[in-house]
């Protein structure tokens, strides 16, 4: 059984897009913060993007600098899920992503953080591949 369920990842050309997908079925991602992590080949996690519950005051979404301007992280809470709009994908993108829900916050951590605050994810998505040719 899988809390978190993603989907949306493959192959792509430089430049392409690809929308990944983050569903859960037994509780409401709105009620959590949302994290994507991603991991390269041969390299550790990394925080890539974060959109804080709809119980915080801000509501804000946050990129880290390698995807700004490229990456939209948005919700859908009639389908309880969350994506992950990734456009002009470059080959330094060809990683891993997981989703993860955090129900001890309400709002993002600060993106150099995001790898700080693993311990306190409380489920996690399994992974897909998402990779970038050139």
């Known amino acids: 059984q899988l809390q978190l369920e993603e989907s949306g990842g493959g192959l792509v050309q430089r430049g392409g897009s690809l929308r990944l997908s983050c569903a859960a079925s037994?509780?409401?991602?709105?009620?959590?913060?949302i994290g994507w992590f991603r991991q390269a080949p041969g390299k550790g996690l990394e925080g890539v993007s974060c959109?804080?519950?709809?119980?915080?005051?801000?509501?804000?979404?946050y990129y880290a600098d390698s995807v700004k301007g490229r990456f939209t992280i948005s919700r859908d809470n009639a389908a309880n899920t969350v994506y992950l709009q990734m456009n002009s994908l470059k080959p330094e993108d060809t990683a891993v992503y997981f989703c993860?829900?955090?129900?001890?916050?309400?709002?993002?951590?600060?993106?150099?953080?995001?790898?700080?605050?693993?311990?306190?994810?409380?489920?996690w998505g399994q992974g897909t591949q998402v990779t970038v040719s050139s």
């Open positions: 993860t829900a955090n129900l001890k916050r309400h709002v993002c951590p600060s993106m150099d953080r995001m790898t700080s605050t693993l311990s306190e994810i409380d489920y």
């Open positions: 037994l509780f409401g991602l709105d009620t959590a913060v």
């Open positions: 959109i804080s519950s709809i119980s915080s005051s801000d509501g804000k979404s």
